[in-house]
């Protein structure tokens, strides 16, 4: 999660953004889109820039319409990260947001979900990830942080393990962090976002419903 790439192309964050709302969930606030009655959640870890990146809630609400309850949580706790603070480097940044704290921050949010009578969830990340349930892994041709080279790598680790399903695809032309923070006016560039929610809504669609 660290290195200049990681940062490229910041949104314009707005806490307003999106068709769902703001609430807490296992004890952080978070973003929800889509109906609490519903058995099946999609849990969303954002990137460094938080769960009020316009895009990023775009994608929720659009998981939330194929029939998901759609959660993004802000595990930054109102700090995403600013490249503009120069005296702050995005080294420093992750050294306050680790991703064992995350993950240990996630417990509680799920227990939350369980709650409510939801009975299965899934997860989507940007930048966080791990490999003990199915997973799916669309990744940029232009990335320096996980460039192809180390996506044939992952996947032939993964195909080590046939107990867990998996799906690699590598979307030419595009580079790190596209699916979330594209440009609206580079058409190319959309459809290649857009192609990849479609291949995230299939993978939730075989393993959650």
Not at 60 to 79: E, I, R
Not at 155 to 165: I, M, S, Y
Request: aromatic share 10%; hydrophobic share 35%.
């Amino acid at each position: 999660m660290s290195g200049p790439q990681c940062c490229e192309n910041p949104p314009a964050l707005n806490p307003s953004s999106g068709t769902g709302h703001v609430e807490e969930i296992g004890g952080l606030k978070s973003y929800v889109s889509g109906t609490s009655d519903c058995k099946f959640a999609v849990l969303f870890i954002s990137d460094v820039y938080g769960f009020e990146a316009p895009n990023l809630r775009k994608l929720a609400d659009k998981v939330a319409s194929a029939g998901y309850y759609a959660v993004v949580p802000d595990f930054l706790h109102g700090d995403p990260y600013n490249p503009e603070n120069t005296e702050r480097p995005i080294q420093a940044w992750i050294k306050d947001h680790g991703t064992d704290k995350g993950c240990e921050e996630a417990k509680p949010v799920i227990e939350s979900l369980k709650q409510k009578g939801i009975s299965k969830i899934g997860a989507v990340g940007f930048c966080w990830g791990g490999v003990k349930v199915p997973i799916t892994v669309l990744g940029a041709e232009v990335d320096h942080m996980s460039p192809p080279e180390l996506m044939k790598q992952f996947e032939e680790a993964l195909n080590a393990k046939p107990e867990v399903d998996k799906f690699i695809k590598i979307f030419p032309g595009v580079s790190h962090g596209w699916t979330v923070r594209y440009k609206p006016e580079d058409a190319a560039v959309v459809k290649a976002a857009e192609e990849a929610h479609q291949d995230m809504l299939g993978w939730f669609q075989k393993h959650i419903k």
